[in-house]
Structure formats: C-alpha cells, structure tokens
C-alpha cells in the first residue's frame, strides 16, 4: 500500500507533536503523586521547576564508572553516572555546607525521612532552632526532606549531605543553609539507585 507524499505532511506535525511531549509526559509520571510513602507526596507542579532543572537522562562524558554520582555544585546540577556516555540528571540547590567539600567522599548511611538537628551556630544565630536541640523528627516540614544521604572519608562523617527539601523553588539556586537539596521526588528517585558505600565526586568552583 503507498502512502501519499500529502497524507506524509499531514502525518508529521502530529508525529513530531508526539516528540515534543514525550518528554514532558515522562517528566510528569517523574513527579506523580507517591501515596506509598510514609508522609505521602502530592504530585509536583512542573511548572514549579524550570524544565533544564527537572530530572532526565542525558549524554554525559565522564572517565567516572557507572554508579558514580558527580555533585557540580557551580552548575547546580547533581549527575548518577549510568555508563555508555549517558547519566540521569538533577537540578540542585547549594546551601552554605554544599561548598565545604570538594573531591571523593562515598555515600556512608542512608536514611528516609530523616531526622534533622540545627548545629549550635544556628541555634546562637536563631534561638527558634533551641527547640530542636534534639533533634526534629521527620516529615513534610523536615529540611531534610524524603530522604537523606551521608557523606563520609575514611570512615568519618564530613557533614555533608544530599538532601530532599520541601521548598522546590530553592532548586537551581545558592541558599544560606542546608548542603545539597533535591527535590523530595529526586533525592527518592536517586536513594534507590545508589547503595552504601557508592562513590561521590563533588566539584567547586
């Protein structure tokens, strides 16, 4: 059976409109509702988070092996090296603790809905973190967020972490606290992809 050259031009903007939004239907199915954990999370507005800044698989040159996680922290960006030049990106925000590390650290505790304690520098500079003093448990208003992700050298805690947050806006930007923050889907997405024990590489500028 031929198909007309003018049954072809009228096919192609609908085969390409399909293109175009494949993306943005996977990005939603990214960031749908997770009635299944154990604070439940509402699915996330897309235009909440500028689209170069959602999670998506791209091409990604590294020497790094596949299982990696590589934090530019200039960029803004978080990258879980897959292999064959491809890796699974995040948009991240950098807090004052995301700049104090730099080169090899490996993921040493993992936790879900973590706990969260103010160090006493924050608790001098704002006396409302005193009420945390031991310790904030976790849910939807921890500054943690969904899950945590432990940095250690040598076996020490560098006091650096990955992070959920519940400000989404805070995502692609400098903060004044906090380490590296994910959103609540991404830092879920990434937690179930990387084990103890696996190797992080975090750059500053």
Known sequence: MSISRRGVLFGL??????CASSGIGQQTLNYAAKPEEKFPLPAMHLDKVKPELRRQEVAYATAHPAGTVVVDTPARRLYYVMGDGRAMRYGVGVGRQGLALKGDAYIGRKSEWPSWTPTANMMRRDPRHLKFAGGMPG???NPLGARALY???GGNDTMFRLHGTNQPQSIGHAMSSGCIRMLN?????????VPVGSKVIVLQA
């Open 139 to 141: 849910g939807p208003n």
């Open 13 to 18: 903007p609908l085969l390409l409109a399909g």
């Open 151 to 153: 940095l250690y050298r």
């Open 185 to 193: 889907h991404d830092i879920i997405d990434l937690y179930g992809r």
